[in-house]
């Protein structure tokens, strides 16, 4: 039975969907800014800031906005899209705090909703967890100009999201009391380092959800399926490779602070969260577009291409060398905007087979 949308959703959809596209444009420009490359850029500081609530806040609240079907719910990604707009304006970087922070609670307040008028679940509340700390990070980063803090919270954020979304995945599989026993303290362990700066439980908590869902979750066992199963299958491994590194690099980071520690933040950034918005994609945009990529075996490449550059960051930075921290930097850009033309490509061959079935 299909759903009847208010006149304004898809435009409003698009709207969102456009704003995030503008925030990951801006903080790839940025980081590569940076690292010293020529490219039209934004204050390299918010560099960070933009991805995590400019992209990646706008397309959470915005899966979760659709998922529940309100207009009202579009909010939450509205904001965070401006937010991402009122970064480029250091005089406006205030104004882009409140809107990210609003943003945070308006993803929360979606969380409540969703539990409240349909039904609470471990991965829903491990999820709210999550947007708590996103709104936990935007307000100490606000209030305080505390953004070391504030992005251990926005690690928090975005590693419980998609732990939420795997577990609600293997909710059907019958899991061991030891599974279930371990992930919740891999969850308390990711709240208590977002909560306490100070505490070394982030770094633990990243690399035993690394563990458990190299071990509990389904995908490392679809490996050899074909078509976009096996693409998600190989970019969810990869990425719970790179959640482990980046975990052990953090933890030897905060026994010894130096350069080669903020490669463990890169690790689950880049190489952990991108591997999932790599292989969640072709499940995603069918849910926002309602049309089905065609496969295409060339997808996985830029999996393969930001997993190099990855290695070629870490080694880099181990040896010193600049130049080569830079081509990283410039790869690792390349293996999004790489990902994103081929997903455009697979949509539009989509919506040609769709024309032509219907002639």
């Not at 490219?39 to 529940?68: K, N, Q």
């Not at 251990?152 to 975005?158: C, E, I, K, P, Q």
């Not at 299958?233 to 490779?241: I, K, Q, R, S």
Request: glycine fraction near 10%; proline fraction near 6%; include cysteine.
């Amino acid at each position: 039975m299909s759903v009847t949308r208010p006149p304004m959703w898809n435009r409003a959809v698009a709207a969102c969907a456009l704003l995030a596209v503008v925030a990951l444009l801006s903080g790839l420009s940025g980081g590569l800014a940076r690292l010293g490359l020529p490219v039209p850029v934004m204050p390299a500081p918010v560099h960070g800031a933009l991805m995590v609530c400019g992209f990646f806040g706008t397309l959470i609240a915005l899966e979760r906005a659709v998922a529940l079907g309100r207009l009202a719910g579009l909010g939450a990604p509205l904001l965070a899209g401006i937010g991402g707009l009122l970064a480029w304006s250091p005089s406006l970087l205030p104004l882009a705090q409140a809107c990210w922070a609003l943003a945070a609670a308006g993803l929360v307040a979606l969380y409540v909703h969703a539990g409240m008028s349909r039904a609470w679940s471990m991965h829903l509340m491990v999820e709210l967890c999550g947007a708590a700390c996103w709104l936990g990070g935007a307000l100490l980063w606000a209030l305080g100009g505390d953004l070391a803090a504030a992005t251990r919270g926005w690690v928090a954020f975005l590693v419980l999201t998609i732990a939420g979304e795997r577990r609600e995945l293997t909710q059907l599989v019958r899991l061991p009391a030891l599974a279930r026993s371990l992930f919740i303290a891999a969850v308390a362990l990711l709240i208590a380092g977002a909560v306490d700066p100070a505490s070394l439980a982030l770094w633990p908590g990243c690399a035993l959800l690394a563990l458990w869902l190299l071990r509990w979750d389904i995908a490392p066992r679809a490996w050899r399926a074909p078509g976009w199963p096996g693409h998600t299958a190989h970019c969810l491994t990869v990425g719970y490779l790179w959640l482990l590194a980046g975990a052990l690099l953090g933890l030897y980071g905060e026994f010894h602070p130096g350069p080669l520690a903020a490669t463990g933040l890169h690790a689950v950034l880049l190489g952990f969260v991108f591997a999932m918005v790599f292989g969640h994609a072709p499940i995603v945009l069918p849910a926002l577009l309602r049309l089905r990529p065609r496969y295409d075996a060339r997808a996985r490449w830029p999996l393969w291409l930001l997993s190099a550059s990855l290695a070629l960051r870490i080694a880099a930075v181990g040896s010193g060398r600049h130049d080569a921290l830079m081509l990283a930097g410039l790869l690792h850009a390349l293996s999004i905007l790489f990902f994103a033309v081929l997903m455009v490509r697979a949509l539009r061959v989509a919506g040609t087979d769709v024309k032509e079935n219907a002639r």
